[in-house]
């Protein structure tokens, strides 16, 4: 059996925009459980399987039949709880690549969302600085047009 088989439901992302340690660990262990559960699941239909066969055999005895008849029917309904059980775990792994999937988007999204709060701050510390430069330049070109010589000659003049 490939064991590798759930291994694509912790959404691919690369380590700076994963999961947090505490995370990938649950994850980690919830495959562990999931692996488990298949092989179990797998080792039961396979066991009930196997003893279906070996108790189909046909023999004189009418008790030695009816007691055989209860064992099939009884291992087929453990087979059919097992493949259950198997079908549940599809559905299972299923909602769980659906919603880690959400959930990285989600985590990328706000990781991408601190980034541009980040960068717009740093726009806002820009521009206020920017601001500031243009006023003090601004007051020392008034300082140099108020004392200049040509500011002086324009008052003189009617």
Known sequence: MNKGGAGGLGGGSGAGSGPTAAAAAAAAQKQKTLLHRVEGDIANIVDNFSHLVNVARVNDPPVRNSQEAFMMEMRGARMVQAAD???????????????????????????????????????????????????????????????SAQKTLQNLQP
């Open 85 to 147: 059980s198997l079908l549940k775990l599809v559905s299972e792994l299923k909602q769980t690549a659906i919603f880690s999937g959400f959930a990285s988007l989600n985590d990328h999204v706000e990781q991408r969302r601190n980034e541009f709060n980040q960068l717009a701050e740093r726009t806002d510390r820009t521009l206020s600085n920017i601001g500031e430069e243009a006023a003090a330049s601004l007051k020392e070109l008034e300082s140099h047009y108020s004392s």
